[in-house]
């Protein structure tokens, strides 16, 4: 069968699955979020990388029943940990610009609040930027809408995409997440801590919170307290974990 075809089936058979990575802050040390990532176990292929089927399931417009459902499941799993008691952490969705320009996705994602009783406060829309500059107009009306829901907006892989300061200004944004690639070398590759530095100080000039992502090591830890960062996102913590894992990270942190 076609790749095609059997991430068709993925949903129903259950085969669809959520990892969680938690995103630090380095002003309390604090998990204080989590990003949802979304994994497909397929019995004959194995693990298949979202990097794969991700870009299908947009072609083919099965990302909008997968992301409902990665949105639904997140959110009710984020609650179930409020329910154990653990502090509440916002909870980061990725959104796909096929979902980010369905019509009613305003309507889908009040009813999954709705349904699962979540505070959209504690929700979190990771958006990239060429999504978002596709239609400006029509992205700030959505945005806006999110925004006034109380849904918290960030644009994901900042600064590999189309970064017109001048929309950033004009979008309800409240954070940017500094792409992986210029994290990496850090601390050898003086163009990137340039770029990194940049980052941050653009962010906090417009009032935004700043999180890099693909932290490794300690150095590019230390580096990036030191230029102010807001929070960060990596293996050096941790791996994105599934739920049950994530709860014993959880717990050894209480
Ligand atoms: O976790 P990993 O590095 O394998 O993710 C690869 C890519 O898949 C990343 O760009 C990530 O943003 C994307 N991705 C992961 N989960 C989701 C999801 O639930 N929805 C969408 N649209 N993209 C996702
Ligand atoms: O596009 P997006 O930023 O959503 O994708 C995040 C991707 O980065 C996920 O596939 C996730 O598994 C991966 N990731 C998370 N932390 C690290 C890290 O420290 N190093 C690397 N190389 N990848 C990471
Ligand atoms: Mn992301
Ligand atoms: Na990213």
């Given at each position: 069968?076609?790749?095609?075809?059997?991430?068709y089936y993925?949903l129903d058979?259950?085969e669809l699955?959520?990892?969680?990575?938690?995103?630090?802050?380095?002003?309390s040390?604090?998990?204080?979020?989590?990003e949802?990532?979304i994994?497909?176990?397929n019995p004959?292929?194995?693990?298949?990388?979202?990097?794969?089927f991700?870009p299908?399931?947009?072609e083919?417009g099965l990302?909008?029943p997968?992301?409902?459902?990665?949105l639904r499941?997140?959110?009710a799993?984020?609650?179930a940990?409020?329910?154990q008691?653990?502090p509440?952490?916002?909870?980061?969705?990725n959104?796909?610009?096929r979902?980010?320009k369905?019509q009613?996705?305003v309507?889908?994602?009040t009813?999954?609040?709705?349904a699962?009783?979540?505070?959209?406060n504690?929700?979190e829309?990771?958006?990239?930027?060429?999504?978002?500059v596709?239609?400006?107009?029509?992205?700030?009306n959505?945005?806006q809408?999110?925004?006034?829901?109380?849904?918290?907006?960030?644009?994901?892989?900042?600064?590999t995409?189309y970064s017109s300061?001048?929309?950033l200004?004009?979008?309800?944004?409240?954070?940017?997440?500094?792409d992986?690639s210029?994290?990496c070398?850090l601390?050898?590759n003086?163009?990137d801590?340039?770029?990194?530095?940049?980052i941050?100080s653009l962010?906090?000039?417009?009032?935004?919170s700043?999180i890099?992502?693909?932290?490794?090591?300690?150095?590019?830890?230390?580096y990036?307290q030191?230029?102010?960062c807001?929070?960060?996102?990596?293996?050096y913590?941790?791996r994105?974990l599934?739920?049950?894992t994530?709860?014993q990270?959880l717990?050894e942190?209480k």
């Amino acid at each position: 069968l076609a790749l095609e075809s059997e991430l068709y089936y993925a949903l129903d058979r259950g085969e669809l699955l959520l990892h969680y990575q938690p995103q630090v802050s380095l002003h309390s040390g604090r998990i204080i979020g989590v990003e949802t990532l979304i994994r497909w176990q397929n019995p004959t292929r194995g693990l298949v990388s979202p990097a794969k089927f991700i870009p299908i399931a947009e072609e083919t417009g099965l990302i909008v029943p997968i992301g409902e459902w990665v949105l639904r499941t997140a959110c009710a799993q984020s609650l179930a940990w409020q329910a154990q008691g653990f502090p509440a952490l916002k909870i980061a969705v990725n959104l796909s610009a096929r979902q980010f320009k369905q019509q009613n996705l305003v309507e889908t994602v009040t009813q999954v609040l709705d349904a699962t009783g979540l505070d959209p406060n504690y929700l979190e829309l990771e958006l990239t930027e060429s999504l978002m500059v596709d239609n400006i107009q029509q992205s700030i009306n959505v945005m806006q809408q999110l925004h006034n829901m109380g849904i918290v907006l960030s644009v994901d892989d900042f600064g590999t995409g189309y970064s017109s300061l001048n929309y950033l200004k004009r979008f309800p944004i409240h954070t940017l997440k500094i792409d992986q690639s210029f994290v990496c070398d850090l601390v050898v590759n003086s163009d990137d801590a340039a770029i990194v530095d940049a980052i941050i100080s653009l962010a906090h000039s417009l009032n935004l919170s700043v999180i890099a992502e693909g932290v490794e090591s300690q150095e590019q830890l230390d580096y990036l307290q030191t230029k102010g960062c807001d929070e960060v996102q990596g293996y050096y913590f941790s791996r994105p974990l599934p739920a049950n894992t994530f709860t014993q990270l959880l717990q050894e942190g209480k």
